[in-house]
C-alpha cells in the first residue's frame, strides 16, 4: 500500500547493471506507483528505452530538447511531479555530476529541478567505485541529503570481485518503500507554526538593521512538516525563497510584525518552531524622511535603539500544551548559553548552532546542529542537509508532544 499512488523518478544511466533498471519499473508498478524513466544516452547502450515505456506505461525521457516546443519545460514540471526521484544504477559519471551540478543531458538537469529526496544507486566496478574521487563525490551527495543505496560486493561483470553490484530487487524496494513509510502522515492533521529568515528594521524609508539569515533553515523545516501533513503557517522575514507546496505563509518585516503575526495565531498550535533570527533592537525612532548626510556631524551619526518584542519568550510564557522549539546561534560558550535561554524562555528544545562551525554557515545548504533538551538531554548531530536537520527537528518536537 506505501507506494500506491506515489510518483516515482526512475534515473537510468550507463552501467551494465541498467538491465535491472526494467526489474525494479516493473516491480514499483506492480506496488501501485506511477512511474516515468529518464535515461542518459549511455544508458540506451545497455537498455532500449522501449523495454522501461513498455514497462512503466508511459514515454521514456531522453532528450534535452524535445523536438514538440510545448514540452520546453518538461523537466520543472516532472519535478514538481515527483515524491521522489532515484537514479539507479548510478554509473560513477553521473555521480560526478550530480555531485557537481552538472546539468549536460536530460537526467543530469532533471536532478537540479525536483524538489523531492534524491535515491542513488551506485554501479560500477569495483576500482571505479571505491576510487577517492567516487567516494567523495558521493559523500558531497550524502551530505546535500540525498539516500545512498550502498552497492553490494560480489563478482562483477568484468570478473573483479569487491563492491560495486547493484542490490538485487528487495533491497531496492526496501528503501523505497522504508523512504515513504518512515514520517509519511505523521504530522497529519497537527497545526505547525515555524519563523523563519530576517527581520528589518527601519532607520528610515530606505534603510534597515538587518542581519545574514537566508531562511533556509525555516523553510526546510516548513517543507517538511507539510511534506508529512501537518497544517503549517510560515510567518517569514524578508527573503528570497518560494513557499513550500501546501504552506501557508505570512510575510512580515520587522520583528514587531512577526511578533504581532505569531501571537494572533499561537493559540491553535501544537508545535512552534522559531528559526528565525529576530533583530533584538531596532531604531527608537525611524525617520519618516529619508535621512540626508547633511544631518550628522562631521564626525558621524548616532541612531538610537530601543529593544524589540521577544517572539519566543512571549510563547515560552503562554504555551500551554505545545512543543515549543527555539534556536540559538552562539559563537561561543554555546552549551551554556543554549541552555540559559532554554530555561529563560521556556522552551523545550533548542537548536543550537555555532554559524562558524565548517558546514553551517549563514546561506547554506547544509547545518551542523546540537539538540538540547529541558530534560537535560543533549544530542550532537553531524553535518548534513538543512532537509534532513529539518525532519530531524520534527522527530524530536512529535516525540515531546507524546
Ligand atoms: N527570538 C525571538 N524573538 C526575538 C529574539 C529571538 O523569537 N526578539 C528567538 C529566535 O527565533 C530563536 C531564539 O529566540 O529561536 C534565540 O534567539 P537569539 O537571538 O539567539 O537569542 P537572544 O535571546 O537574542 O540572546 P543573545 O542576544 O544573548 O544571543
Known amino acids: ?3 500506491r499512488g506515489k510518483h516515482i523518478i ?22 501501485g506507483a506511477e512511474v516515468r524513466v529518464i535515461m542518459t544516452p549511455s544508458a540506451c547502450e545497455f537498455i532500449t528505452p522501449l523495454t522501461l515505456a513498455t514497462l512503466s506505461q508511459a514515454d521514456v525521457v531522453l532528450d534535452m530538447f524535445p523536438q514538440d516546443r510545448a514540452k520546453g519545460t518538461w523537466h520543472i514540471h516532472l519535478g514538481m511531479w515527483a515524491d521522489l526521484m532515484i537514479v539507479a544504477p548510478a554509473s560513477a559519471n553521473t555521480i560526478a555530476k550530480l555531485a557537481h551540478g552538472m546539468a549536460d543531458n536530460a537526467l543530469t538537469s532533471l536532478a537540479l529541478a525536483v524538489r523531492c529526496p534524491l535515491m542513488v544507486a551506485p554501479a560500477m566496478d569495483t576500482d571505479m567505485y571505491v576510487h577517492v574521487a567516487t567516494q567523495e563525490n558521493i559523500a558531497i551527495l550524502r551530505r546535500r541529503g540525498a539516500s545512498i543505496i550502498e552497492p553490494e560486493s560480489g563478482e562483477l561483470a568484468s570478473g573483479l570481485v569487491g563492491p560495486g553490484r547493484l542490490p538485487d530487487m528487495p533491497v531496492l524496494m526496501n528503501a523505497i518503500t522504508t523512504h515513504f513509510e518512515s514520517r509519511a502522515g505523521d504530522l497529519a492533521g497537527v497545526p505547525v507554526l515555524v ?34 501533513g501537518a497544517a503549517v503557517t510560515l510567518v517569514s522575514g524578508p527573503v528570497a525563497l518560494a513557499t513550500p507546496p501546501g504552506v501557508d505563509r505570512i510575510d512580515v518585516g520587522s520583528a514587531e510584525q512577526m511578533h504581532a503575526a505569531v501571537m494572533q495565531r499561537f493559540e491553535e498550535q501544537r508545535i512552534c518552531v522559531l528559526s528565525a533570527a529576530v533583530a533584538d533592537f531596532a531604531p527608537a525612532r525611524p525617520s519618516d524622511q529619508k535621512i540626508k548626510k547633511s544631518e550628522a556631524n562631521t564626525d558621524g551619526m548616532r541612531i538610537d535603539l ?17 512543543v515549543l522549539v527555539g534556536f540559538a546561534l552562539e559563537t561561543e560558550n554555546e552549551h551554556a548559553n543554549a541552555e540559559r535561554k532554554l530555561r529563560e524562555k521556556n522552551a523545550d528544545m533548542i537548536v543550537l548552532n555555532n554559524p562558524r562551525v565548517e ?14 533538551f529541558a530534560d537535560g538531554r543533549v544530542e550532537e548531530l553531524p553535518l548534513m542537509a538543512k532537509s534532513a536537520l529539518a525532519d530531524i527537528i520534527l522527530d524530536r518536537a512529535l516525540a515531546l508532544r507524546r
Open 195 to 228: 519563523t523563519a529568515g530576517p527581520t528589518h528594521e527601519a532607520i528610515d524609508p530606505v534603510r534597515y538593521i538587518g542581519n545574514h539569515s537566508s531562511g533556509k533553515m525555516g523553510f526546510a523545516i516548513a517543507e517538511a512538516a507539510a511534506r508529512r
Open 10 to 31: 526512475v534515473g537510468v544511466t550507463g552501467s551494465i547493471a541498467a538491465y535491472k533498471s526494467a526489474l525494479l519499473v516493473r516491480e514499483l508498478v506492480k506496488a
Open 306 to 322: 530601543r529593544r524589540t518584542p521577544d517572539i519566543l519568550r512571549s510563547l515560552g510564557e503562554r504555551k500551554g500544551g505545545m
Open 359 to 372: 558546514g553551517a554557515a549563514f546561506g547554506g545548504d547544509t547545518n551542523v546542529a546540537t539538540l538540547i
Open 1 to 3: 500500500m506505501t507506494l
